[in-house]
């Protein structure tokens, strides 16, 4: 396959994620670092030995030579930079949430699909090998037909009033922070692993802190946890440290999560626990490789993650032997590998989020912030 060229756009803490997880393809080159900062594009583009650090997005469009773009900025500025990028061309891959809106979310898979360009989604935490391997298991009818998936994403980040992030910025984050933060990862977890879509939401939430200190200056996240700035401003806050989520699945299943980022000790606690008529599942982010296995009329199992003990549909979500921990970072280069071959291979199986995944998450949004509104159930409506 021929070499492809790619470039990404953002400097903070998922920029140098993806740039990593783009280097270790072996073959893609990252050809431009894009950010608003220079002083920060060059920073990343140095250390990672990127030839071009730049700071105007259009310029990185009008190379011709560039062949896709990441976006890994704030949130408000997804859909411009995306609807821009498809315009000049380039496959776009896009962080989590899609957009700030369902609108927004709607406009970008219109012009993907229109431009017929390549078009992620970047919900990685589905390619854990255990992720995977809970999605084979109900591929293969092992958990019989799904009753309950209920859970949490909980972290502790932005517990005290002093922790700052743009994500607390509306203007930079959209109205919805924990839910299209985190919960959107939970949701399109849920329906990946199920196989079934969240068709209803019952929804609460609540802002802890009504009010907290902004500092001077930027900062990365989870960076504000070490941080201790000499001055702050005292900043207004109305959107969710915190939401629990009542939801159907279609006429049968039922479930529940909750997120918060405001959780002490949980760092990034992503758990999933899938009820079926046959068995159970259950798995934790922060015990990546471990797989629970619940069963009726037999004893539990704890599984750890060995490919060789694998259902043979999860084995290519797992590079490295058992006992060898699969985490985050890998979970990246699983959705990159696919995304880049698929643009050299258009019959392939893609096997990665679409930006129609990601809208569909905006939508499931929109209803959890609308039902909070109207203390009531929400249908999600699908566009
Ligand atoms: C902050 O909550 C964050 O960086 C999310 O934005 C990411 O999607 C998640 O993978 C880790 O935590």
């Not at 990185?60 to 000049?88: F, G, K, R, W």
């Not at 496959?91 to 219109?110: D, T």
């Not at 959780?263 to 990546?288: D, F």
Request: aromatic share 8%; hydrophobic share 40%; proline share 5%.
């Amino acid at each position: 396959m021929a070499r492809l060229k790619t470039a990404i756009v953002g400097s903070g803490f998922m920029g140098r994620v993806h740039l990593e997880g783009v280097r270790r393809l072996g073959s893609v080159d990252v050809a431009a670092v894009c950010a608003r900062r220079p002083e920060a594009a060059q920073a990343l583009a140095a250390a990672f030995g990127v030839a071009r650090a730049e700071t105007d997005l259009a310029a990185v469009l009008a190379d011709p030579s560039i062949d896709a773009v990441h976006i890994c900025t704030p949130n408000a500025t997804h859909a411009p930079m995306a609807l821009a990028a498809l315009e000049a061309g380039k496959h776009v891959l896009c962080e989590k949430p899609l957009a700030v809106s369902g609108a927004e979310a709607a406009a970008m898979v219109r012009a993907a699909r229109q431009r017929g360009l390549r078009n992620c989604t970047c919900h990685n935490l589905r390619y854990y090998p255990m992720v995977q391997q809970m999605r084979a298991m109900r591929e293969a009818g092992e958990l019989g037909e799904i009753l309950v998936a209920q859970g949490t994403y909980s972290q502790d980040w932005l517990l005290y009033d002093t922790d700052w992030n743009w994500r607390i910025d509306p203007e930079e984050n959209g109205p919805s922070r924990a839910l299209a933060d985190i919960g959107s990862h939970w949701c399109d977890m849920a329906e990946h692993v199920t196989g079934l879509r969240i068709t209803e939401v019952a929804a609460d939430l609540q802002t802890f802190h009504r009010t907290r200190k902004r500092p001077k200056g930027s900062v990365e996240t989870f960076a504000g946890k070490t941080l201790s700035p000499e001055d702050y401003t005292e900043a207004p806050i109305d959107t969710e440290d915190f939401a629990a989520v009542m939801f159907r699945m279609g006429p049968g299943a039922r479930g529940g999560f909750t997120v918060s980022q405001v959780s002490a000790g949980c760092k990034n606690r992503l758990s999933m626990e899938i009820y079926g008529t046959r068995g159970s599942v259950a798995w934790n982010q922060e015990r990546p490789d471990e797989l629970w296995i619940g069963r009726r009329n037999s004893t539990n199992q704890l599984l750890v993650k060995d490919p060789s003990l694998m259902d043979e549909s999860a084995q290519p979500w797992a590079e490295l032997p058992g006992g060898h921990a699969e985490g985050y970072n890998d979970t990246f280069k699983q959705v990159f590998g696919r995304f880049y071959r698929s643009i050299g291979d258009p019959d392939r199986e893609l096997g990665y989020p679409q930006f129609v995944d990601g809208l569909r998450q905006m939508d499931i949004i929109e209803a959890a912030l609308e039902s909070h509104r109207t203390r009531s159930w929400v249908e999600i409506v699908r566009r």
